[in-house]
């Protein structure tokens, strides 16, 4: 399987970008979708996930009221709506999947497909 990653860019602070991540080879069924970043001189860190079938959402506290993880089952295809960017969003957006349980999903290192990253620049 492989994650195709995109919709990142250069957006003014308050603005709003739309993350895709499409899956080709295989459906989502059964999986746990997630959403992680990376900025520059850090670790990479958990932003959302949620599990393909449906349920429960998780999101980090930095991002809880502005962001919102979603899906299309028909297009194999995970989003990421982010409304109200802060300069501090600024990163890398990485999707990727696994299987582990749920309390686990914060962990980058428990996710076992990743998409290529999409670069997310917001200015001041």
């Known amino acids: 399987v492989q994650l195709q990653a995109s919709g990142g860019g250069l957006v003014q602070a308050g603005g709003s970008l739309r993350l895709s991540c499409r899956a080709e080879g295989r459906t989502f069924g059964g999986y746990i979708l997630g959403w992680f970043r990376q900025a520059p001189g850090k670790e990479r860190e958990f932003v959302s996930a949620?599990?393909?079938?449906?349920?429960?959402?998780r999101y980090a506290d930095s991002v809880k009221g502005r962001f919102t993880i979603s899906r299309d089952i028909a297009k194999n295809t995970l989003f990421l709506q982010m409304n109200s960017l802060k300069p501090e969003d600024t990163a890398v957006y990485y999707c990727?999947?696994?299987?582990?349980?749920?309390?686990?999903?914060?962990?980058?290192?428990?996710?076992?497909?990743w998409g290529q990253g999409t670069q997310v620049t917001v200015s001041s």
């Open positions: 990727a999947t696994t299987r582990v349980v749920w309390s686990e999903i914060a962990n980058p290192k428990r996710y076992d497909v």
């Open positions: 949620f599990p393909w079938s449906g349920g429960t959402t």
